[in-house]
């Protein structure tokens, strides 16, 4: 079985949830100063400048006043690298074998038990005001914005306007749009400070305008929501918090892999011949984050790992190419090892396995089709 990207709540996530070797998502290269790729800065689009008057009358509609809105426009403008993120994103799919290989990969666990350390004091807090376990917050942490570290910094106002105009999901970014003038409007940021992802989701822990509406706390008591600061108190409260008026039961786990001290829920098996996961009421809420039973047992299993559990006992059989785990990391090992950098040794093949495979098959004289197999293995060995 394997699993789509739900919706835009993989637009800053897609930043964080690559995989070393395969490197699951690229992206155009920056310019030299380091600002955002070409695509994703202001092109001039007469369909777009007139979508945006005629929306401004519906805005003023539903409360929204000039001054906020000359003032969320100043600058903005038709992003298409987000009309190609949201388009491609629908065939973006990955076994929960490899999901899992980048969402608790060594590097996460390592990164979470030290952002964990450095908040337990406020997680700990959390927990016990909202019921949510903190490994449980952490880790959602983890996953969305690898820490704080990838929060996205594509101005918001203008990905929702293109979105909106673009219309494939065109009613469901103007309620965004609208939301965020609205956050823009009561003061807790101002436009040019609102950044997030290509899809408008927001902070540590990605929240999207309309979420930030219902969720978002000020948990610091300064006056404001802030969930953009460098300081994730207000992201990581507001998490708590969407989870807690979403079904979360205090005191209750989330699951874990069948045969591993899980507790007693419904069994599921989302990859045929994969680990079994007995899973609670908790795993829906996190559903009601991300739809998706991969991401959900991703936070669960990265939870669990920063609380100091292991790696999953049961296995994964060999991919539709005959390889194991072991295998294609042996594979990335000895291409890299050639001269044919995969960027790391995962396990996950994507984009920069695939133009090593392909290198490396074009060196040797054989077909070149940036595939991996055990015939290819076995040549490497």
């Known amino acids: 079985m394997t699993f789509s990207r739900r919706h835009f709540l993989m637009g800053a996530s897609a930043l964080t949830l690559t995989a070393c070797g395969g490197g699951a998502t690229t992206y155009q290269s920056r310019a030299d100063t380091g600002g955002l790729p070409a695509d994703l800065r202001p092109t001039p689009n007469a369909g777009y400048d007139a979508w945006v008057r005629g929306f401004r009358s519906r805005a003023a509609s539903r409360g929204i006043s000039q001054a906020t809105l000359t003032e969320a426009f100043r600058g903005t403008g038709f992003l298409p690298g987000c009309v190609r993120r949201d388009r491609n994103q629908t065939e973006f799919k990955r076994s929960l074998e490899d999901y899992l290989s980048i969402a608790a990969s060594d590097e996460r666990v390592s990164k979470g038990r030290a952002a964990f350390a450095r908040h337990r004091g406020t997680l700990q807090t959390l927990e016990g005001q909202y019921g949510v376990d903190a490994e449980i917050i952490c880790a959602i942490w983890g996953l969305e914005s690898y820490f704080g570290e990838r929060r996205g910094d594509v101005p918001v106002i203008s990905a929702t306007s293109t979105l909106a105009f673009d219309g494939r999901r065109g009613a469901f970014f103007e309620k965004q749009l609208i939301a965020a003038l609205k956050i823009v409007q009561n003061g807790d940021i101002p436009a040019s400070r609102m950044t997030g992802s290509w899809a408008g989701a927001m902070g540590h822990t990605q929240f999207i305008p309309t979420s930030y509406q219902a969720f978002a706390v000020d948990f610091t008591g300064d006056g404001r929501r802030d969930i953009w600061s460098e300081d994730p108190t207000d992201s990581l409260a507001s998490t708590a918090a969407y ?83 072991d295998d294609r990391i042996t594979l990335q090992q000895r291409l890299t090892a050639k001269g044919f950098d995969t960027g790391g040794s995962d396990g996950v093949i994507g984009p920069n396995s695939e133009k090593a495979i392909s290198a490396y098959q074009a060196n040797q004289g054989l077909p070149v089709t940036g595939k991996p197999s055990l015939s290819l293995l076995s040549q490497l060995r």
């Open 243 to 325: 989870l807690k008026r979403n079904g979360w039961s205090r005191g209750t786990k989330w699951g874990g892999e069948v045969g591993s001290g899980a507790p007693q829920g419904r069994t599921i098996q989302p990859q045929a011949g994969g680990p079994r996961f007995s899973v609670t009421r908790n795993f829906n809420a996190i559903k009601r984050y991300n739809n998706s039973d991969a991401y959900a047992i991703g936070v669960g299993h990265l939870a669990d790992r920063i609380g100091g559990g292991g790696r999953l006992r049961g296995s994964f059989p060999p991919d539709a190419n005959g390889l194991t785990k």
